[in-house]
């Protein structure tokens, strides 16, 4: 069974950093395209930024433009692992952040094959 763990959430100040871990077990981490998405109480859960699946390590990224310029994705498929790092971080930020893994780039939770339980991010202002 597919697990994804989410790790490295906290409070920060409004323009601080933080970097979110994923690490993924129970499956070939390599033939999954992964993704960050985050949901504030009341809300949808929202895209927030994704990588491709393994391809001869070419990778691409996609992602919203409320973090455009500020959010990076990375995976290290040796560790089992997707990264999200977060810089320049805003209160509007604030949101339980997941990872997810889906067989082909994905944008929708519906296309989601896989979830972690969430980490809480807070930005203070």
């Known amino acids: 069974q597919v697990q994804l763990v989410e790790s490295g959430g906290g409070l920060v100040q409004a323009g601080g950093s933080l970097r979110l871990s994923c690490a993924v077990s129970?499956?070939?981490?390599?033939?999954?395209?992964m993704s960050w998405f985050r949901q504030v109480p009341g809300e949808e859960r929202v895209f927030v930024i994704g990588?491709?699946?393994?391809?001869?390590?070419?990778?691409?990224?996609t992602y919203t433009n409320a973090v455009k310029g500020r959010f990076t994705i990375s995976r290290d498929n040796a560790k089992n692992t997707v990264y999200l790092q977060m810089n320049s971080l805003k209160p509007e930020d604030t949101a339980v952040y997941y990872c997810?893994?889906?067989?082909?780039?994905?944008?929708?939770?519906?296309?989601?094959?896989?979830w972690g339980q969430g980490t809480q991010v807070t930005v203070s202002s």
């Open positions: 997810a893994a889906g067989h082909s780039s994905f944008t929708t939770t519906s296309e989601a094959v896989f």
């Open positions: 129970g499956g070939t981490f390599g033939s999954y395209a």
């Open positions: 990588i491709n699946r393994s391809n001869k390590n070419i990778y691409s990224t």
